[in-house]
């Protein structure tokens, strides 16, 4: 079972950048899926960006062109450069990942990122 633990929340001004990491604990190669995920206050959780083992990202279109996902097998690390940031992605934003076998889906704990207008 995979632990993951991100990293890179803060606070920034609008129009700022941050880039989150998520460090697995344990190689991410059997990983097909990961990405991320966030939850802003009273709102349900929901997709930002996913990338697959071929390195084909997924984006959410209130993140196209401003979030870029990457993955680094061999440091076992997913990335989430985020520019041009605006106040309404403020949120706590976790990782996933997702093994096909055996199935199982795996979050990180989250980090919040907080964007001032």
């Known amino acids: 079972q995979v632990q993951l633990v991100e990293s890179g929340g803060g606070l920034v001004q609008a129009g700022g950048s941050l880039r989150l990491s998520c460090a697995a604990s344990t190689n991410i190669f059997g990983y097909n899926t990961m990405g991320w995920y966030r939850q802003a206050p009273g709102k349900q959780r929901e997709l930002v960006a996913t990338i697959f083992s071929g390195d084909i990202p997924n984006y959410a279109d209130f993140v196209k062109g401003r979030f870029t996902i990457s993955r680094d097998n061999a440091e076992n690390t997913v990335y989430l450069q985020m520019n041009s940031l605006k106040p309404e992605d403020t949120a706590v934003y976790y990782c996933?990942?997702?093994?096909?076998?055996?199935?199982?889906?795996?979050w990180g704990q989250g980090t919040q990122v907080t964007v001032s207008s």
């Open positions: 996933y990942a997702r093994h096909d076998f055996p199935p199982g889906d795996y």
